[in-house]
């Protein structure tokens, strides 16, 4: 029977790959938020629900002591109890506060969330994101959307409304021009003390192979 033989380097960045999937799922998870506008964000608002309707809240909704400034490019580790099937997250610009909430969510692909304006008077509008629909690069920061009781077809799976509850439901579908004011890139990564563990497995089984590679004085 023949042996196929792989190189040392792809068998470990494919355990690699394998660990950091499987610990993003663990019963605990960091979700790394990142600003990919070209100004400072002030993360306001973040809440998570995970499949049995469980809520945690990170970043308290109606309390600015919280409030997180981050610079273009910065990023903002946040710790969760469970495992999230939706979340909720706010920015504020100037004197509004618009809100997006991303259900069917993908946490190991690093996915970038937009955050609306009224183009017209500024007010804040209400995203809402099914992830699973919406395989495509959201538009640039200061890009004008045109959008019908809620929806525009070049953008499936996102429905844009007036007004939020407090479990982060959105509803009022908006007709009118948004602004997207500034995005934000989500996803969840080990925990330090876990790569850590990962990395010192991953060198100790790399050892491991090279010493059985070395021939065998006798």
């Known amino acids: 029977m ?17 660990v950091c999937n499987f610990n993003v799922f663990a ?12 100004k400072e964000v002030i993360l306001s608002d973040f809440y998570v629900f995970n499949a049995q309707g469980q809520k945690q809240t990170r970043l308290a909704p109606g309390n600015s002591s919280d409030d997180i400034k981050v610079g273009p490019g910065g990023v903002q580790l946040l710790d969760l109890d469970f495992k999230p099937t939706r979340y909720i997250v706010s920015t504020k610009e100037g004197n509004s506060e618009p809100e997006t909430e991303v259900f069917n969510i993908d946490l190991v ?3 970038k969330v937009s955050m609306l304006l ?3 008077n500024g007010s804040p509008l209400f995203l809402a994101i099914d992830q699973s629909l919406s395989n495509f690069e959201p538009p640039p920061d200061g890009a004008i959307l045109a959008f019908s009781l809620g929806v525009n077809p070049n953008f499936p799976g996102w429905f844009v409304g007036t007004m939020i509850d407090s479990e982060g439901i959105i509803s009022g579908a908006f007709t009118g021009d948004a602004l997207v004011a500034s995005t934000i890139e989500v996803v969840a990564v080990p925990e330090p003390a876990t790569l850590f563990l990962l990395s010192s497995g991953i060198a100790g089984i790399a050892m491991k192979l090279r010493w059985r590679k070395q021939p065998q004085l006798h």
Do not use: E, M, Q, W
């Open 118 to 120: 009224n183009s017209t």
């Open 27 to 38: 019963d605990g998870v960091v979700i790394k938020l990142t600003n990919k506008s070209n």
């Open 2 to 18: 023949r042996r196929i033989y792989l190189p040392l380097h792809l068998i470990l960045a494919a355990l690699f790959i394998f």
């Open 109 to 111: 692909t690093p996915k």
